[in-house]
């Protein structure tokens, strides 16, 4: 049997060490959820939060296999804890897991540097506008599948607008590229940046990068970024972050 854990602090163990915002989230019960295969005593258990799915303890062939009756979407990432979980991942799923290469970035709470983080905000052509996310612009932004990410964890504005932050740039009054909180911890958010691609190569998302830092550390958050690509690693790179690891993770079709 696999349990909807609801005393997030049995699972805690399970996933010590593991410096990862969107476990956090689940485990503070703040977004996200637990799985276990025990209520009590779990020794495997899982952490789901949008797109992502952690595995960790003792690997377990059926929470592998399971999948939440809310759960309707048919992707997911799927993150092991180590080369067991990896494994029975690729046999459960097959051809239908893809390994890729996600890059860490390192979780370093002093090393912005605040005053270049404002040259770049500073940096905008005047053809541009930057503006923070609004209720009117998270409206929007569910409805543009380009930007979507940005807000698409938070079922409403008011949610959103307790725990989320975002901001966005605009061209003639329309959003083009953003940067948000992808989820929300205790301490801070997961960013997420997305740029329309026509508007790509142009230096946006560094921008909105920038000033969705500022935001945070005015605030007393910590701006957590993980990295898909070598692209990611590099932008984070040039807003202050450092490379920590590269690890392993799965993206699943026909979840």
């Not at 048919?74 to 690729?90: H, K, R, S, T, Y």
């Not at 301490?187 to 500022?214: H, M, N, P, Q």
Request: hydrophobic share 40%; with cysteine; glycine share 6%.
């Amino acid at each position: 049997m696999i349990y909807k854990i609801e005393k997030k602090e049995s699972a805690e163990s399970i996933f010590a060490n593991w410096q990862e915002t969107l476990i956090w989230s689940c485990l503070q019960g703040v977004m996200g959820h637990i799985y276990a295969n025990d209520m009590e005593n779990p020794t495997s258990a899982m952490a789901i939060l949008g797109d992502f799915c952690f595995f960790a303890g003792t690997p377990d062939k059926e929470l592998i296999a399971y999948k939440p009756e809310w759960c309707k979407q048919d992707f997911i990432i799927g993150v092991p804890q180590n080369d067991q979980w990896a494994g029975l991942l690729e046999d459960y799923y097959g051809d239908k897991a893809k390994q890729v290469v996600r890059y860490a970035i390192k979780k370093e709470p002093d090393i912005f540097d605040k005053s270049k983080l404002n040259d770049i905000v500073e940096s905008l052509p005047s053809e541009y506008t930057i503006k923070m996310i609004d209720e009117e612009l998270f409206n929007y932004c569910r409805n543009e599948e380009w930007c979507r990410d940005l807000v698409s964890q938070f079922a409403d504005y008011q949610i959103y607008s307790k725990i989320g932050l975002g901001v966005v740039i605009l061209k003639d009054g329309v959003p083009v590229s953003g940067a948000s909180s992808y989820s929300a911890y205790l301490d801070g958010i997961e960013i997420e940046i997305d740029t329309k691609k026509e508007y790509r190569r142009k230096g946006l998302a560094l921008v909105c990068g920038a000033r969705l830092i500022l935001e945070c550390l005015d605030r007393g958050l910590y701006p957590s970024w993980d990295a898909q690509n070598l692209w990611s690693v590099a932008l984070a790179e040039k807003l202050g972050y450092h490379f920590d690891y590269t690890y392993n993770a799965y993206e699943i079709q026909d979840y």
